[in-house]
């Protein structure tokens, strides 16, 4: 294929995904959907390889193959759309609800369209569908297998009804789920238009091309690195069932134009529920490559073909059912990035950044009666590069949402912001600072339960070159220090407070320039 007609249609199917995801987050209705955006589209080909996606939720997308290939063995039919987030069979953790919906062009399937929206209540043992101290997948939720929620072009009532039975707040789980529905819909409307534009042989090929296209470029890329094993470990910070440390080791082989990341050696699966299933390893290795690599490689099937990602079975990154695992798609990813990073920091040093916070600060505050679920991923301190400082106050790592404005947040919820800001101080020095973290305090005006699974508690992110630790995060209730991981019933007036990590330092302290040292204490962010 010729380079004009190859960028024209790879724009083209990039732009597709692009605007399923703003049909999803303009037809949502819970804030955690179109305000945070805590949701992920894509689009892949009849053969289930990834052509392309939107620039959304890193843990959701390079899992979403998975989801698409059990779908695949479900016989698909056109004017079919399939529901799952069984964290065992295509999905990462159940508040995360995939659809899959066959692409059919003159009534032959010809690709799928995939939205992937954390639901902010998916049922089981407390609102928010986050349970600190869950031992068992059933404690976290509703688990679904792919199943069909339409048959050709019906939806099925029934499963929508078991669906709704089974999770508060019911009419705000339907409206996004409505949303997710409509996403699929106008990719199938948008790929027909474009098979129109330039025949189906020509779009077909340009499937092929767009997925060579970036192959190739990431394999240059990977050549470019120094081949050899480079190795790393860090630490969860338990897994809220018990505070014990828990050990991820990381084998990083570079070799030609290729990557294989080999996690023997990692704890085996845990009580708890930061247990992560091997698709969110996988999602985590991918970004990191990512990462090292030149960001601006169209990102489709082909730039995860020459990275392979193995872990042992019943281990931390690949249990076997029934392990609790919601907090691994949002705790254990972020420590499986920072190791891999870690690992890589020899063999791209400008390009591997100091530990940002290393966390998504998940804080769930929910009611019994089920009228309301509010959940949030509080922003943090991002690790100092080679040449920069870190970013305050921002999602690091495996999420990149957006926060719930506080307007917002007091409009929907029983719940007032008392304290936003940036915490003074918590960045590392280094030649260039780490990124601060944040304070935010959410008043609860009503009975509640509150959820927090958060990292980074009793060890700061890690400095690079000689950059000084992080700050570590504290969790709060109404004064009280509470663990990284903890559920509690709280009372009307109860006061959250979470302190999220400072990034690490990168570079000699002593070295930095004297009128950013001058500014940064004038401005209160260094001591």
Sequence with gaps: MDAITLEILRNQLESIAEEMGQVLITGAYSPNIKERRDCSTALFDREGRMVAQAEHIPVHLGAMPEAVETVREKDPRPGDVFVLNDPFSGGT???????????????????YAVSRAHHADVGGSTPGSMPAGAREIYEEGLRLPAVRLQRAGETNEDVMELLLANVRNAGERRADLRAQLAANDRAEDRLNDLFAEH?????R?????????????IEAEIADLPDGTYEATDLLEGDGITEE???IAATVIVEDESIDVDFSGTAEQVPGNVNAPL???????????????????????????????????????????????????????????DTVFLALATAAPDRVPAQGQGTMNNLTVGGRDGEFAYYETIGGGFGARATKDGMDGVQVGMTNTLNTPIESLETEYPLRVEEYSLREGSGGRGRHRGGLGLVRSVRVEESATVSLLTERRRRGPRGLAGGEDGTPGENLISGESVPAKTTRDVPAGALITVKT????????????DPELAERDRENGVAE
């Design 245 to 247: 440390d828990i050990e």
């Design 205 to 217: 090929e340009g499937f092929d091309a767009v997925i060579d296209y970036s192959r190739k470029r």
């Design 93 to 111: 953790h159940l508040p995360d609800i995939t659809m899959v919906s066959p692409l059919t062009v003159r009534d032959e399937i010809v690709g």
């Design 279 to 337: 698709a969110v390893a996988k999602s985590a290795v991918y970004f990191v490559v990512r990462c090292v690599t030149d960001p601006e490689i169209p990102p489709n099937h082909g730039c995860y073909a020459p990275v392979s990602v193995r872990a042992p079975e019943g281990s931390l990154l690949n249990p076997r059912p029934p392990a609790a695992v919601v907090g691994g798609n949002v705790e254990t990813s972020q420590r499986v990035t």
């Design 199 to 203: 025949g189906e042989a020509v779009v």
């Design 501 to 512: 990590p400072g990034g690490g330092g990168h570079g000699d302290p002593d070295e930095r």
